[in-house]
């Protein structure tokens, strides 16, 4: 997605001690864009890396995401160390390829491979600001990326992206455009990239979305379920 922005945006990606760092300096403020992922997977995270990804992220109000398995077990504490406290964690989710329930709406979606639908459906659906509609116009197309749109008569009114790496696929950007939420769109969207994914022989789908706040779980989360995701853990975010 970054290597995708438009440029005077300034998104850049840099991997930095086996983590992937993102920093948008457009939006500053925003966490969800200037943030490290994959944290002490690939390899474990040494004090040094950790000030570099800092580093990186500079004056940004950024989120280091943090798996259960990310070594070494001193990590919470060195990021505690620079001001970094837990935030509100994700669920991440799996699902085998197997077919996927019947979705019912009166939605029409379709698989894009040009983005100014799927670019409006997604950055109003997030109410994210402008300059995101152009962005995610790119994507579709892309390599890897495989991209839905439902649609209300002519109207774009959701979508949702695929990205397929080898055996695995990806589901994100899964948004519906507040007026025509409860029409079903998310179900449908996803129900697509179910279907696509398998016909493109991935063998595992993976998604995320916020965690269950007091024992609550939010529409992303009732949509994954439904869908045939299975929570496995909560990635804990870390926010400065």
Same mark, same amino acid.
């Given at each position: ?26 939006? *500053? ?42 070594? *070494? ?12 406290? *837990? ?126 706040? #007091? ?20 990635? #804990?975010?870390?926010?400065?």
């Amino acid at each position: 997605m970054y290597a995708a922005a438009p440029d005077g945006v300034g998104a850049q990606a840099k991997e930095i001690g086996g983590a992937l760092c993102l920093r948008l300096d457009s939006m *500053p403020q925003a966490p969800m864009f200037n943030r490290a992922l994959g944290l002490g997977l690939d390899e474990p995270v040494t004090e040094d890396a950790l000030d570099r990804i800092v580093d990186f992220l500079d004056e940004t109000r950024a989120l280091l995401s943090v798996a259960p398995e990310a070594g *070494p077990a001193q990590l919470p504490e060195w990021l505690q160390a620079r001001q970094f406290g *837990p935030g509100y964690g994700w669920t991440k989710f799996t699902r085998p390829p197997s077919p996927p329930a019947e979705a019912r709406t009166d939605l029409r979606v379709e698989r894009v491979e040009t983005g100014e639908a799927f670019g409006l459906a997604a950055a109003r659906g997030f109410e994210v600001p402008e300059l995101f509609e152009g962005w995610l116009a790119q994507l579709p197309g892309r390599e890897g990326w495989h991209c839905f749109v439902a649609f209300d008569g002519d109207q774009p009114a959701g979508a949702g992206a695929l990205y397929v790496n080898g055996r695995i696929g990806w589901f994100g950007i899964g948004a519906t455009i507040p007026e025509h939420r409860g029409k079903g769109s998310q179900s449908a969207v996803l129900a697509k990239r179910i279907e696509a994914a398998t016909a493109l022989g991935c063998e595992i789908l993976v998604s995320e979305t916020g965690k269950p706040v #007091e024992g609550r779980a939010g529409p992303s989360y009732r949509n994954l379920v439904r869908a045939g995701f299975e929570p496995v853990y909560v990635r #804990e975010n870390y926010e400065r």
